[in-house]
């Protein structure tokens, strides 16, 4: 039975290309930004949400971790989206005549080389699929966007030139948000535990928090730092571990854990992605 799966940005963005591949039963809802998409997940307006975390060339997606704990939203899966960059122009525009590419401020970078060589401007957007559309519409064959093959084919552009991005293994990580937990298990590739937590202000609090892991053979594949409520003092993580809470290492480790935390908040209990072991392998 189909429902709706919000994601930030416009229609042929990278959000809409995630929702296409991992969940192709549910109707894209386009959403202005990640506080929107969860919201319309939280109000019921969608069943799912798409939350891009991060990038494989430029890190974490700026905010979404302190959107996250206070969402009221669990994590159910992960998805991989490898990030292709194409110039996309009007109907029958030359490449030739393209003196500026629009994009948003993360992608201009990523085909900086092709940019160059070709003497072609970047111009900044707010997001890639915006700037296919205005590009669109604006009809001028000196202005292109760089943006999704999907884009292309919804805003009936051409696609000058494909797969132009400087790094040949560019990927974006989203995850997928509910309004209730799923803790089976599930997936060919394991189990994976995300959880946000607060150390006590003791000293070595962190270091000894993180030995339960290590002695217990936990692999931590992902332990980031902000700040709480802009206070240098008041320090959260976002941690993401290998393996289910009931796994009995698991548990032992998490045990350890609460001892030298004042908070601990489960985020999510979700299958590792395919894409997740090939990158391993």
């Given at each position: 039975?189909?429902?709706?799966?919000?994601?930030?940005?416009?229609?042929?963005?990278?959000?809409?290309?995630?929702?296409i591949?991992?969940?192709?039963?549910?109707?894209?809802?386009?959403?202005?930004?990640?506080e929107?998409?969860?919201?319309?997940?939280?109000?019921?307006?969608?069943?799912?949400?798409?939350?891009?975390?991060?990038?494989?060339t430029y890190?974490?997606?700026?905010?979404?971790?302190?959107?996250?704990?206070?969402?009221?939203?669990?994590?159910?899966?992960?998805?991989?989206?490898?990030?292709?960059?194409?110039?996309?122009?009007?109907?029958?525009?030359?490449?030739?005549?393209?003196?500026?590419?629009?994009?948003?401020?993360?992608?201009?970078?990523?085909?900086?080389?092709?940019?160059?060589?070709?003497?072609?401007?970047?111009?900044?957007?707010?997001?890639?699929?915006?700037?296919?559309?205005?590009?669109?519409?604006?009809?001028?064959?000196?202005r292109?966007?760089?943006?999704?093959?999907?884009?292309?084919?919804?805003?009936?552009?051409d696609?000058?030139?494909?797969?132009?991005?400087?790094?040949?293994?560019?990927?974006?990580?989203?995850?997928?948000?509910?309004?209730?937990?799923?803790?089976?298990?599930?997936?060919?590739?394991?189990?994976m535990?995300?959880?946000?937590?607060?150390?006590?202000?003791?000293?070595?609090?962190?270091y000894?928090?993180?030995?339960?892991?290590?002695?217990?053979?936990?692999?931590?594949?992902?332990?980031?730092?902000?700040?709480v409520?802009g206070?240098?003092?008041?320090?959260?993580f976002?941690?993401?571990?290998?393996?289910?809470?009931?796994?009995?290492?698991?548990?032992?480790a998490?045990?350890?854990?609460?001892?030298?935390?004042?908070?601990?908040?489960?985020?999510?209990?979700?299958?590792?992605?395919?894409?997740?072991?090939?990158?391993a392998?």
């Amino acid at each position: 039975m189909g429902g709706q799966i919000a994601f930030q940005g416009e229609l042929g963005a990278y959000g809409h290309q995630a929702c296409i591949e991992a969940r192709p039963t549910l109707t894209p809802l386009p959403c202005a930004t990640f506080e929107d998409a969860i919201e319309a997940v939280r109000k019921g307006e969608a069943d799912l949400g798409m939350i891009a975390v991060e990038n494989s060339t430029y890190g974490r997606v700026a905010d979404v971790h302190h959107l996250l704990p206070d969402s009221g939203l669990h994590i159910v899966d992960e998805t991989f989206v490898r990030v292709h960059v194409n110039l996309l122009g009007i109907k029958g525009a030359p490449l030739a005549g393209v003196t500026e590419a629009h994009g948003h401020v993360v992608i201009l970078p990523q085909a900086a080389g092709f940019l160059r060589a070709h003497n072609i401007r970047g111009v900044v957007s707010t997001d890639n699929a915006r700037a296919a559309r205005e590009v669109a519409q604006a009809g001028d064959p000196a202005r292109a966007a760089l943006a999704s093959e999907l884009a292309a084919s919804i805003y009936g552009l051409d696609i000058l030139a494909r797969h132009i991005e400087d790094q040949q293994n560019n990927t974006t990580r989203f995850i997928v948000m509910a309004r209730e937990p799923d803790y089976k298990r599930r997936g060919k590739f394991g189990m994976m535990t995300s959880f946000v937590f607060r150390v006590r202000n003791i000293p070595a609090a962190l270091y000894k928090a993180m030995g339960g892991f290590a002695t217990n053979g936990v692999n931590m594949t992902k332990l980031e730092s902000y700040m709480v409520g802009g206070q240098f003092t008041a320090t959260q993580f976002f941690a993401e571990i290998e393996g289910h809470p009931d796994d009995r290492n698991v548990a032992l480790a998490l045990e350890e854990l609460d001892y030298f935390t004042d908070m601990i908040k489960l985020m999510g209990v979700y299958p590792a992605a395919p894409r997740r072991h090939d990158r391993a392998s």
